[in-house]
Nanobody, 114 residues
């Protein structure tokens, strides 16, 4: 399984970015699709996920600002990020899980700075 994340970049505080993750297999074949992030000097943390058919979950730090979705026709996982803050700066990773394996993309850097 291959995952290719894209869409990162430099954005000012309060701005928006949309991340995409292209998956080499049908998204329906996975139990979970998720986004994680890792800031410099910190551990990787969960950001958002789609569980089962369409149940979503978010880290408290991004609730109300980020939205995860998927384009089933394109086998793509999306992360719309609004009202970005400097503390959102991190490398963002997409991930899929199909018991018992977890698959990771290569990461895309998001920098929020003025």
């Amino acid at each position: 399984v291959q995952l290719q994340a894209s869409g990162g970049g430099l954005v000012q505080p309060g701005g928006s970015l949309k991340l995409s993750c292209a998956v080499s297999e049908s998204i329906f074949s996975f139990d979970l699709v998720r986004w994680f992030r890792q800031a410099p000097g910190k551990q990787r943390e969960f950001v958002a996920g789609i569980f089962g058919r369409n149940r979503t979950g978010y880290a408290d730090s991004v609730k109300g600002r980020f939205t995860i979705s998927r384009d089933n026709a394109e086998n793509t996982i999306l992360l719309q990020m609004n009202s970005l803050k400097p503390e959102d700066t991190a490398v963002y990773y997409c991930s899929t899980f199909r018991n018992p394996h977890t698959y990771w993309g290569q990461g895309t850097l998001v920098t929020v700075s003025s």
